[in-house]
């Protein structure tokens, strides 16, 4: 009867010893769990529905990767999420005052599965400088090239923005500036919200 009892995962030290090392990172380990799907077994009393047992352990490092690697997925649509948004709050900002332009870094994955960057334009420029006017808020992905560019006129009191391939950038209607290339550019961009002061 007492070996019918035992679990077929070891025995009930090992269970304790195993329950002792889960309790601090258990909230990791519910998320392992659910994320891997793995069997229930009931060798850990008061751990049956995460479906742990001392034989998977060596498999946390792993799965602690995998979660890893979701939550950098997670934070890359977060940040698509985030740059949308700062585009409508500049949009907003620049009716009534002189916004900051925002740079935000997001990978081509999530700026094309959030954004659908390849529908946008594409501009190249080589190494230069020049004038810019910004006739709507522009939101741009850069491909490559690092670039500089500097308010001037009214926004002069705006800080300058450096940015290079693999940063969102987004800057307000209505801007004056001045652009710094120092490696040739290449970028997707598009005016969502439209373009208020074009000529």
């Known amino acids: 009867q007492a070996a019918s009892r035992r ?3 070891g025995s009930s030290q090992e269970a304790a010893a195993t329950k002792s090392a889960m309790s601090a990172p ?4 519910r998320r392992v769990s659910s994320t891997l799907r793995l069997p229930a077994c009931t ?8 479906g742990m047992c001392s034989r998977m352990l060596p498999m946390l490092p792993r799965a602690h990767a995998h979660v890893q690697t979701r939550f950098r997925l997670q934070s890359s649509s977060t940040n698509s999420t985030m740059g949308m948004a700062a585009a409508t709050r500049i949009d907003a900002e620049a009716k009534a005052g002189k ?3 925002v740079v935000i870094r997001m990978s081509r994955e999530s700026a094309e599965s959030e954004l659908g960057i390849s529908d946008w334009g594409v501009w190249e420029k080589e190494v230069s400088t020049f004038d810019w006017f910004f ?7 850069l491909i490559e090239g690092e670039a500089t560019v500097t308010p001037t006129g009214d926004w ?12 969102f950038v987004t800057f307000p ?3 004056t500036a001045s652009w710094t290339i120092t490696t040739p550019v290449k970028k997707h961009f598009n005016f969502p919200l439209g373009k208020p002061f074009a000529k």
Not at 43 to 50: I, K, L, T
């Open 135 to 141: 006739a709507g808020t522009e939101v741009m992905w």
């Open 26 to 29: 258990m909230a990791l380990v």
């Open 43 to 50: 060798c850990v009393r008061g751990f049956p529905a995460m």
């Open 173 to 175: 209607a209505g801007m």
């Open 7 to 9: 679990s077929n995962c």
């Open 99 to 101: 916004p900051e332009a």
């Open 156 to 167: 002069a009191a705006c800080k300058p923005v450096s940015f290079g391939a693999g940063d």
